[in-house]
């Protein structure tokens, strides 16, 4: 094990966190993922309502081939927000620890999961429109053609806004940088000596209109769980992540809101805020989720399915897409591992829902039982 990935892992064990944009998730183990989660991702349970006893027979008895001492946290957790009870229920850890990790390469993920290839990967895919990027030592503009650092300074100047990401282990919204006015170009020069890996600059995407209505301030997008199997990509979960106060972003993680969409893509009744109060209405606009829609939701999903089938090695993805002004579906980011399900289920149900239990028999297939989910 390398050093730096021996420290990260002795860090999370210890704290319960991780560095943000240093540390790469990937190539964390279990012990490190289940106190990151516990510690700094879950919600606090301890004031939830039990489970009945009914209940907690019901969890066992679905969980019990595959884990011989599970956590009812999660259970109490989704039951208590959602208002509904299954024992279909993915505990958070369990799919980190052992579900993610089945379906996803992470090896490759560390490799892979880089913005700056998404113009190559993804390239029959619409994106946001590249300004420039730079990928190792080496600067390309928006026709990735190699420029030089001063050229850069000059496209970036040209823009009214751009958009800078760290390319790598950006999660949750960080590194994210909107720059514009008078001071662009120096303040991107700032900007820049605080990113030391891959970055790439972007125009900002203007969503459509009925989304804007939502929250104006940021570009509210929807992340959708797909899984691919040998021949086709199902969608199994989808939410709209909507932000609040002056946040440019969505992210729960940054004020956001996420939001459950149903089949015809209205929105379900309540949203869920990243430490996991329930509401019905936006927290700033005061509008109620209810009766609000999602223009153009199935081209979100036909984006999904188109983008999905190039990535077998990552069967199991959580994308996250806009649609823009001209109503077409943008891919603004793919998480090819480690994407968050908290509060997925607390505002959709069940991740697999009904293939729960294929799910597990699968993934969980010729193992011991799990014992370490106390």
């Given at each position: ?171 949750g919204g960080y590194g994210v940088s909107f720059i514009s006015g008078s001071r662009l170009v120096s303040d991107f ?153 908290n509060d997925v289920q607390m505002c959709c149900g069940p991740l697999f829902g009904r293939d729960t239990k294929k ?16």
């Amino acid at each position: 094990m390398k050093w730096d990935v021996l420290r990260d892992n002795v860090y999370s064990c210890i704290t319960g966190s991780y560095k943000e944009g240093v540390t790469d998730l990937n190539t964390l183990g279990n012990l490190a993922l289940l106190r990151i989660d516990r510690k700094t991702v879950t919600p606090p349970t301890g004031k939830l309502p039990g489970l009945t006893h009914a209940q907690r027979r019901a969890v066992r008895r679905f969980y019990s081939p595959y884990i011989r001492f599970l956590t009812k946290r999660y259970h109490r957790l989704y039951t208590a927000k959602s208002g509904r009870f299954y024992p279909e229920y993915m505990p958070e850890e369990l799919f980190f620890m052992w579900i993610d990790r089945y379906f996803s390469d992470r090896d490759e993920a560390g490799y892979l999961d880089n913005k700056c290839y998404y113009y190559r990967l993804f390239s029959n895919i619409k994106q946001p429109e590249l300004v420039a990027m730079r990928i190792g030592s080496t600067w390309l503009d928006g026709r990735l053609n190699p420029v030089s650092a001063q050229q850069v300074l000059v496209l970036a100047g040209s823009e009214p806004e751009i958009v800078v990401k760290q390319a790598l282990n950006s999660q949750g919204g960080y590194g994210v940088s909107f720059i514009s006015g008078s001071r662009l170009v120096s303040d991107f020069r700032k900007r820049m000596r605080g990113i030391r890996g891959d970055v790439v600059i972007q125009r900002p995407v203007k969503q459509h209109s009925l989304l804007a209505q939502l929250h104006p301030q940021s570009v509210n997008t929807m992340r959708i769980v797909s899984l691919l199997t040998k021949n086709k990509v199902k969608i199994y979960a989808a939410a709209l992540k909507i932000g609040t106060g002056d946040s440019r972003t969505d992210n729960g993680c940054q004020g956001g809101v996420y939001c459950g969409i149903k089949p015809d893509g209205s929105l379900k009744d309540y949203g869920i805020l990243d430490n996991g109060t329930v509401v019905e209405r936006h927290p700033d606009l005061n509008y109620t989720f209810s009766g609000k829609r999602v223009p153009h939701f199935g081209r979100a999903l036909s984006l999904v399915k188109k983008a999905h089938v190039f990535l077998g090695h990552f069967r199991l993805v959580s994308w996250d897409i806009t649609i823009d002004e001209q109503g077409d579906a943008v891919l603004i980011e793919a998480n090819l591992s480690l994407g968050g399900i908290n509060d997925v289920q607390m505002c959709c149900g069940p991740l697999f829902g009904r293939d729960t239990k294929k799910i597990l028999d699968e993934a969980m297939k010729g193992r011991r039982k799990v014992t370490t989910l106390l």
